[in-house]
């Protein structure tokens, strides 16, 4: 390197590195335990996922359970994990989204990382 001929300092790009792997595990820690819901029917079907994906819970009123027609009943419950899952893709955008855009998302990132 040349002194003060505009090459980047490599220990600063590395600790600034270090801190956004930092920042996106804390993200992706925070996600693990953050839940978000999802719900089919009016409220009838209800799902819990975490901000990672992961299905906690569900929740199926009563009201919802005809053993003549399963089917629907499915149908509720698939419609309401769909939709806490895409509750829980709108929170990694929001958690995520700023941290892969300080590592150059958008297509022109660090070569070697998915953003």
Request: a negative charge.
């Amino acid at each position: 390197m040349i002194p003060g001929g505009g090459q980047p300092n490599m220990q600063q790009l590395l600790q600034q590195a270090q801190k956004m792997q930092q920042d996106l595990a804390r993200a992706q820690e925070e996600l693990a335990h953050t839940e978000v819901e999802g719900q089919a029917g009016g409220g009838l079907v209800k799902a819990t996922v975490t901000g990672s994906g992961e299905l906690r819970a569900l929740q199926i009123d009563p009201k919802a359970v005809d053993p003549e027609d399963t089917e629907t009943l499915a149908d509720l419950i698939v419609a309401a994990v769909q939709a806490a899952n895409e509750n829980a893709q709108t929170l990694q955008q929001q958690k995520l989204g700023p941290l892969a855009q300080g590592l150059g998302g958008g297509g022109m990132g660090i070569p070697g990382l998915p953003f």
